[in-house]
C-alpha cells in the first residue's frame, strides 16, 4: 500500500484543523498548546520518513510477532452461516493491538528528542504496553492511575512495575481514569521539554485521533493481503470491532473506510443493558461535549457532567468515543450495535468452546453481535479479535456459567 505523506483530504479523514465532520479539535489548556503544537508540525512527517517506517515495521515483526494471523474460524462460520475470519491481534505480544500503537508513539518521541515517556491508564492495560516499550526502548516511563483503579487492577500495577515503570497514584476526584487522566496532563504541562505523553486510544486532542489510527491502520493493511490471498478479493463485506475509544476499531476499518461496499460493524457495551444506569453505550445515549481535550460523543448529564460509565470489561468502560467513530455514527457510514455484559460473557465462552480461542471480553462483545447481524451464506466478515482473556481469567471464574 502506498505510503500516505500527507493528511488525505477524503469525508473521512481528519481535516487540517483536526475534525472529522463535527468532531474532533484541540480543547486544550494554553500551557499545553506548545506540545500538542509540536506533535502536529513533525507527526506526519516522521512516520511517514523511509527510515522511521523500517524501523517501525520491524519491531512490528520482530516484536510484536506482526503480521498477525486471519483466521478462517470454520466451526463459528458454520454456526453463523456465514465466513467469519478473525484478524488475530490477541496473539500480539502483550496479547492485544495496544502495541502497535505504542511502539509508534515511543518511536516518535525519540525523533522528537523526547527522554522521558508518560501515560494515564485506567484497567492497566495501556499502562502495560507502555511500561513494554519503553523498557525496550531504555526510557523512563511514569504511568498515572487513579488510586481506586490501583487497588481494583493489582497485577497489572505489578506488571508496570516489574518493567520498570513508576506507577503513580491520582489521589484526587473519584481516584479513577479521568483523575488520572488530568494529572497526567498537568505533569506534562510542567515538563513539556523532554517529555512525550502517550495516549493510547484514537481519543484526545488532534493530532492524537489521527495519529493513533495511522499506527493502527497496519491492522486493516494486513487484512487487505490476507483476505486476497485466501479469497482473491481484498474487501470483506463487513469489518466488526468493539469500541471503546475506538483503536483496534481505527485499525481495522482504516483502508476501507472509503470502500463503502465494505460495512464497517461498531460494538459497544451495553453494560447492565443501555438504559438501566449501568452501560457505556455512548452513540446510543451520548451527547456532542468535551472529552479528553476533543469534542465528541460523551455520555453526560443535562447540566454536562460526565456519567460514571459501566461495562464488565474494563477496555469498554469510558464515557465516550473518538472523534472518527462519532463522524461515522454521524454520517451513517458506520452501524452501531450494542451488546450486554451478560452477551459478551456468553460470546467469550462460545468461542472458547467452538474455536479453542479465550477472547477477551472486549473483544467478546464483536464475536456477541455476530447473533444480532442479519448474514448471508456469501457474506465475508472480518471480527477484530482485539486481545485473549489470559487479564480477563478473574472475570470468566466471577461470572461462573460455564
Ligand atoms: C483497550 C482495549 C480495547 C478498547 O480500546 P479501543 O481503543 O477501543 O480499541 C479493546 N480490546 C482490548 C483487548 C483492549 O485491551
Redesign the pocket.
Known sequence: MAAVTELQKTFYHVDENGYYGKFGGAYIPEMLYPNVEELKENYLKIMYSPDFQQEFHKLLKDYVGRPTPLYLASRLSEKFGASIYLKR??LCHT????VNNTIGQVLLARRLNKKRIIAETG?G??GVATATICALMGMPCKVFMGAVDMQRQKPNVERMRILGAEVIPANSGSKTLKDATNEALRHWINNPVDSHYVI????GPHPYPDM?ARF?AVVSAEIRQQLKEETGTEKPDYVV???????????AYYHFLEDTEVKLIAVEAAGMGVHSGKSAATTALGKIGIIHSSKTLLMQTDDGQITEPHSI????D?PG??PLHAHLYDTGRGTFYSITDDEAMEAGILLSRMEGII??I??AHAIAVLHQMELKSDDVVVVSL???GD?DLETYIRWGKY
Open positions: 491481534e490477541d496479547g492485544a493491538h495496544k484497567a492495560q495501556h493510547g486510544s484514537v481519543v493513533v493502527q470491532a468493539c469500541v471503546g475509544g475506538g483503536s483496534n476499531a481505527a485499525g470489561s474494563a477496555g469498554l469510558y468515543i473518538g477472547p477477551a472486549e473483544s482485539s486481545g485473549r487479564k
